[in-house]
Every structure is written in structure tokens, then in C-alpha cells.
């Protein structure tokens, strides 16, 4: 089974600066890592993913996260925020191969403020 | 294509009536989630589709859940004398998944919130 720790539930920072949101994974398999969007009142929405390859994966609006397979992390990181980028972060874990049910963790609120 | 679509979107109900909710997936998808999120958590798998069989249940689906989806296209899940916590938002995704690790990821619908009174 994979489990998935989200240790920041929320997460203030002011316009343009540069935010970290942490992401810890356990599995004894090879696992795929996402990270979802949530928006108010919506489902999710995916930002960014890592299948293989390349650690270092990035979105098009601006979001990067890389895969470190020693420390078991998948941290997602931007280097200046803006306000739009306020929601809740889900990171989540499929084992490879069958890839089948999701597992996530509890979410990170990133509130951006000016 | 205008992606997963879930309906309703909102359904208040009475503690001990019976509820349904419908998802439609990308047409070509042949994978089926469902999901539940309470408030403050992250989405929790409720079971999954391939085509038309239902290959995994989550111990969270009790005898009160069924869902199916007879003919491998959309899904309804069916929750019999609901309770109060059962109130959560249910979410559906799709993927597609083909020989070998030919795939995509899941993309989700905007959900249905439901809530027991």
C-alpha cells in the first residue's frame, strides 16, 4: 500500500514571493506522483505529474517539482506566486504498471495574499 | 469533448432516503473512479471500472454503497438510507489505460456535495 504526507495543511505567503509546498511519499513498489489543483467548490485539477525520467517536472503556469527517490519526496515548489494561485494542493501516489486508484494526501492550503 | 461530467452537482437529503448520482467520462476512457472527500481531507478511493467490471471496492464502501456501470460508458453510484456522515463531496474521474503502460492520468468531474440532514 502507498500512504502520502502532506505536513503543511496551510500555507500563507505574500504576492511574488517563492513558495515550497512539501510532499512525503511511502510505498514499497515504484509509484507515479502527481500534484492536484483544487479550487473552491471544484474538483481537481492536475498540475503537474512524474512517470519517469526526468526528476525535475514543471507545469505551464509556472510550478515545478521534483522527484527525489532517497528522501521519497515529490515537493512542489514557484518561484514568485500570484494571487490566482490561492487553493488547496493535493499531492497523490499510484503504484506503476496497473497505475489504478490514487492515493492522496490531506491537502495543503496555499493562501497568497498582497 | 467537455470533459468528466457529474450530476448533480448539490443534493440535500433527508437522513434515511436513498440518493444517486450519475458521471459521465471522456468518451474514450475506459477507467472509472469514484471518490469521496470530506471536508478538509484529501479525495478517498471509493471503488473503481474497467469497462464495465468493477475490479476494486475500498473498505470505506459499505453494504449501503453500489455502484455500477452496465454498459462500460457513464456510472451511478447509489447510496441506500444515507446518514449524516455520509455527507462529503463525491468525486469521479476517468483515465484511459492500454497495453503495457500506455495511459493517461485521471482527470476528474467537479464533483457532487452531498449533504445528509
Known amino acids: 500500500a502507498q500512504s502520502v504526507t502532506q505536513l503543511d495543511s496551510q500555507v500563507p505567503v505574500f504576492e511574488e514571493a517563492p513558495v515550497e509546498l512539501r510532499c512525503n511519499y511511502s510505498s514499497s513498489v515504484s509509484v507515479y506522483l502527481f500534484w492536484y489543483v483544487q479550487y473552491p467548490n471544484q474538483g481537481l485539477q492536475l498540475l503537474l505529474k512524474y512517470l519517469s525520467g526526468s526528476t525535475l517536472v514543471e507545469s505551464i503556469n509556472g510550478f515545478e517539482a521534483e522527484f527525489n527517490k532517497s528522501q521519497t519526496s515529490f515537493h512542489l515548489r514557484k518561484p514568485s506566486v500570484h494571487i490566482s494561485d490561492t487553493a488547496e494542493y493535493f499531492c497523490?501516489?499510484?503504484?506503476?504498471?496497473?497505475?489504478?486508484?490514487?492515493?492522496f494526501g490531506t491537502g495543503t492550503r496555499l493562501q497568497v495574499t498582497l | 469533448d467537455t470533459g468528466v461530467s457529474q450530476d448533480p452537482r448539490h443534493k440535500i437529503t433527508k437522513r434515511g432516503q436513498n440518493v444517486t448520482f450519475r458521471c459521465d467520462p471522456i468518451s474514450e476512457h475506459n477507467r472509472l473512479y469514484w471518490y469521496r472527500q470530506t471536508l478538509g481531507q484529501g479525495p478517498e478511493f471509493l471503488t473503481y471500472?474497467?469497462?464495465?467490471?468493477?475490479?476494486?471496492k475500498s473498505r470505506l464502501l459499505s453494504d449501503r454503497f453500489s455502484a455500477e456501470r452496465p454498459k462500460g460508458s457513464f456510472s451511478t453510484l447509489e447510496i441506500q438510507r444515507t446518514e449524516q456522515g455520509d455527507s462529503a463531496m463525491y468525486l469521479c474521474?476517468?483515465?484511459?489505460?492500454?497495453?503495457?503502460?500506455?495511459?493517461?492520468?485521471?482527470?476528474f468531474g467537479q464533483g457532487t456535495r452531498l449533504t445528509v440532514v
Open positions: 471500472f474497467q469497462n464495465e467490471a468493477q475490479l476494486e
Open positions: 497523490a501516489v499510484t503504484r506503476t504498471g496497473t497505475a489504478s486508484k490514487l492515493t
Open positions: 474521474a476517468s483515465s484511459f489505460r492500454g497495453q503495457g503502460n500506455r495511459g493517461t492520468e485521471a482527470f
